[in-house]
């Protein structure tokens, strides 16, 4: 029987191990695995911190990174991006990571399948209202809904899934498009240009994860600033009265 290449066909559709109704796939693998790296390469660099002047390349790096996470944040908030950090940056390391692994032979990255893209989605989709609840609470977050009038409600509810579909989408389309053409690439053309479309496609890559934390974080901001504003439209009611 031919073996169909797995770069060829969704990580869905490759079953790994499977008993009764628990079933493993190729994305769940490769999921596990990049959480693995991103677990086990967490506690290697922080096991040793430092706070003098000289520290390790690892801690160094790992500084770096969180910088410009926190930038980033700060520019879009204007409020502290330490209560971010932990969603933003980790939906950054494990895309980027996911994306990245694609270099080496016989793995495929989990955000070439839709249901991982759609899981990542639904995580910033959830995390949109948890901090516009945690900042003004539960009823000033649901009246946001109903303005300027309660005929809006199916609207913003419609605003709020078509932008967790677009983030599903988006991320989806470009990883498993450019699997697909390099696929293709990789069978009728010679050796060298396949491998400029993956350096290619390792850029790629890490454009589309700094994109998709970069939408994340605009989501979340975007319902912050609105809860603000309203909660000092209230505050101004309350002081008037």
């Keep these: 029987m031919e073996i169909v290449p797995l770069s060829q066909i969704s990580p869905d559709q ?21 959480m693995a790296i991103l677990v086990v390469g967490s506690w290697f660099v922080t096991r040793n911190l430092s706070s003098e002047i000289n520290v390790s390349r690892w801690q160094h790096f790992l500084e770096v990174i ?3 996470i926190r930038g980033e944040i700060n520019e879009m908030t204007k409020k502290g991006a330490d209560a971010f950090i932990p969603l933003v940056g980790t939906l950054f390391l494990f895309i980027c990571l996911s994306n990245i692994l694609v270099i080496v032979p016989g793995f495929v990255a ?3 399948s839709m249901t991982t893209t759609a899981a990542l989605a639904t995580c910033v989709f959830i995390a949109v209202p948890f901090y516009g609840i945690t900042r003004t609470g539960v009823f000033h977050y649901i009246k946001e809904y109903f303005q300027p009038n309660f005929i809006f409600f199916p609207f913003h509810v419609m605003g709020e899934l078509s932008r967790t579909l677009a983030l599903t989408v988006r991320l989806f389309g470009n990883i498993m498009s450019h699997e697909k053409v390099v696929g293709i690439l990789l069978a009728v ?8 479309m993956q350096v290619l496609g390792l850029l790629i890559g890490i454009i589309q994860a700094y994109i998709f934390a970069i939408l994340s ?4 901001a975007s319902a912050l600033s609105t809860e603000d504003e309203t909660h000092l ?3 101004k009611e309350s002081a008037g009265t």
Excluded at 14 to 34: D, E
């Design 189 to 196: 053309t010679p050796f060298l240009f396949p491998v400029v």
């Design 66 to 68: 969180v910088s410009i």
């Design 233 to 235: 439209e209230v505050k």
């Design 217 to 220: 974080m605009v989501y979340i």
């Design 110 to 112: 989990p955000t070439s």
């Design 14 to 34: 490759v079953i790994i191990w499977s008993w009764g109704f628990i079933t493993i796939n190729a994305t769940i693998l490769y999921t596990w695995l990049v």
